[in-house]
T-cell receptor, first 112, second 108 residues
């Protein structure tokens, strides 16, 4: 049990569509970060949420947006999907930013 | 922006041999973290190093943080088949930046 819950586990979308991925952090964690991991690559940082605010952002276009709710859960939204958005999307939670992250099992997104 | 490089990209060893992966950051880090990802799995936190020159051990795993806090290494003594996976270092300066990882395979 990873402690971080992500849904759905798998998703197939068509180019141009929009997708919402969800994450519930580990109990006691207040910071949620989202990563994109392509096959054979390291996780790439998308953004991080703390106290319902986007605190840090990686080099991803504005098509990628997110939200954190008062219960610390989070959503990742991707608009106008491209084939290149196909990847494993990982949510990670932590207690503040400089502690070890707990990752969820991820959402495997396939864009066709 | 901050970049984290890892070498080697791949390492294949015979069971019982030692294994080392190296990590270098383009900037000084507040801390460095190591993760292991099994095939088909998600990254699992192994350890965090904070102090310059810090060395930590977890059974057969030894982690080091460089004096300048820009490099780190993970050494596994006497590898076992359960050690198979990709080992990532991740540098922290408010956001966690991952290297590309080292894929370790172990021949029994």
């Amino acid at each position: 049990d990873a402690g971080v819950t992500q849904s759905p586990t798998h998703l197939i979308k068509t180019r141009g569509q929009q997708v919402t991925l969800r994450c519930s952090p580990k109990s006691g964690h207040d910071t949620v970060s989202w990563y994109q991991q392509a096959l054979g690559q390291g996780p790439q940082f998308i953004f991080q949420y703390y106290e319902e605010e986007e605190r840090q952002r990686g080099n991803f276009p504005d098509r990628f947006s997110g939200h954190q709710f008062p219960n610390y859960s989070s959503e990742l939204n991707v608009n106008a999907l491209l084939l290149g958005d196909s990847a494993l999307y990982l949510c990670a939670s932590s207690f503040e930013v400089n502690y070890g992250y707990t990752f969820g099992s991820g959402t495997r997104l396939t864009v066709v | 922006g901050q970049q984290v490089m890892q070498i080697p990209q791949y390492q294949h060893v015979q069971e019982g041999e030692d294994f080392t992966t190296y990590c270098n950051s383009s900037t000084t880090l507040s801390n460095i973290q190591w993760y292991k990802q099994r095939p088909g799995g998600h990254p699992v936190f192994l350890i965090q190093l904070v102090k310059s020159g810090e060395v930590k051990k977890q059974k057969r795993l030894t982690f080091q943080f460089g004096e300048a806090k820009k490099n780190s290494s993970l050494h596994i003594t006497a590898t076992q088949t359960t050690d198979v996976g990709t080992y990532f270092c991740a540098g922290s300066n408010y956001k966690l930046t991952f290297g590309k990882g080292t894929l370790l395979t172990v021949n029994p």
